[in-house]
């Protein structure tokens, strides 16, 4: 199969969204949005760094990195519309397996009435694949990192560490565990958290941010972005219960920084926490206070970690790709 039978091989027969003009088959999309915002982000997988052979097949790649981008259209609170994909190919990689990879993808974008509306591409020597989502959001109602202030709870959807305790059992083997699928679902699978955004749409003001990188990271995102200060407490960080018995000595840190659980944490104004409670119902999310937000003390923002009678700055901790300057 050559490029071009690939392209034909991937197009979509029909479209879901009345705003597209043009989707794939010219030398760019076109759509036409109404009054609404439009939201926009990419994210790249790339093999051997968001996964291996040994931890993805074709299909769990194609499902992760749309789920992925998804989650920061639900950290924005936007309703997903389109994507486009861009994939580095390399040898060996079979035409099964590349519509393996397609339908993971199409699985969840048919969940969501999403389009593929076009990509690239290219040969190259490990598989790297990136896709652009774009969304709507009613006009000005976009959630921002920089929307948290003083007084607000700090909440997390979901469990958190499951996606790295699931890495964890995929590259080092299974102890035989059945509770041990749940993790491995959570890595490959995550379930991007966008029918609860939208479910937030009647409150005035939010924060939000999506957990890729660990909630030590995220938290201080939000802080830096509002000029805040978070103080969690560990002891309110939701977990899956399994996962203190699979990985008693490791499971707190990975909740704080293992990542990839594409879970959100966000803030909101104490009086207005029942409604969060209540979206998450309705989403069928479970939601849980994780802390509170407070006046910056010092010159910058900080996340502070309560523990016990214990109190530590929680610093960005999560995965980063580059090191810092000098290292
Ligand atoms: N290479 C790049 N060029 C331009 N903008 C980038 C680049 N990498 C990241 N960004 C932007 O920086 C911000 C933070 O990115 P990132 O930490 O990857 O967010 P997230 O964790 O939500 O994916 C986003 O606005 C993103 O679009
Ligand atoms: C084989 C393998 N090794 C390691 C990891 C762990 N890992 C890779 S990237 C990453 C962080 C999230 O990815 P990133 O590109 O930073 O996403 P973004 O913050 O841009 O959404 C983590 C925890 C993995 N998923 N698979
Ligand atoms: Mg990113
Ligand atoms: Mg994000
Ligand atoms: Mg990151």
Not at 96 to 124: H, K, P, R
Not at 220 to 230: F, K, P, Q
Not at 278 to 300: E, R, W
Request: glycine letters at 8%; hydrophobic letters at 35%; proline letters at 4%.
């Amino acid at each position: 199969m050559d490029e071009f039978q690939f392209i034909q091989s991937i197009q979509p027969s029909y479209y879901r969204q009345s705003t597209l003009i043009k989707g794939v088959s010219d030398d760019a999309a076109v759509f036409r949005p109404t009054d609404k915002d439009v939201v926009t982000a990419v994210d790249t997988m790339v093999e051997g760094v968001h996964f291996s052979r040994k931890t993805m097949d074709p299909y769990h790649i194609g499902y992760r990195v749309l789920a992925a981008n998804l989650s920061d259209l639900a950290a924005m609170a936007s309703s997903p519309a389109f994507y486009l994909v861009s994939i580095v190919i390399p040898q060996g990689w079979s035409e099964q397996e590349l519509e393996e990879l397609y339908t993971g993808m199409q699985e969840l974008a048919s969940f969501y009435q999403m389009d593929l509306i076009g990509g690239d591409t290219v040969s190259g020597s490990e598989l790297s694949i990136s896709i652009t989502v774009i969304g709507y959001v009613e006009k000005d109602r976009a959630r921002y990192r920089s929307q948290a202030e003083p007084g607000d709870v700090v909440f997390a959807t979901g469990t958190l560490g499951d996606s790295r305790a699931g890495l964890e059992i995929l590259l080092n083997g299974s102890s035989g565990e059945a509770s041990e699928t749940f993790f491995i679902e959570r890595h490959r699978m995550p379930d991007p958290r966008v029918s609860f955004a939208l479910e937030l749409e009647g409150i005035p003001r939010i924060a939000l941010n999506d957990i890729s990188d660990g909630v030590a990271n995220e938290a201080n995102e939000l802080g830096e972005a509002s000029r805040v200060d978070l103080h969690l407490d560990m002891d309110r960080l939701p977990f899956k219960s399994s996962i203190k018995d699979l990985f008693p000595d490791t499971y707190k840190d990975w909740m704080l920084s293992g990542g990839e659980d594409f879970e959100l944490v966000g803030t909101v104004e104490e009086s207005l926490w029942p409604k969060v409670q209540q979206a998450a119902k309705k989403a069928g999310v479970k939601v849980c206070q994780i802390g509170y937000v407070q006046a910056m003390k010092k010159k910058d923002p900080h996340v502070y970690l309560h523990e016990g009678e214990k109190k530590n700055v929680l610093t960005k901790s999560g995965y980063t790709h580059l090191n810092k300057k000098g290292e």
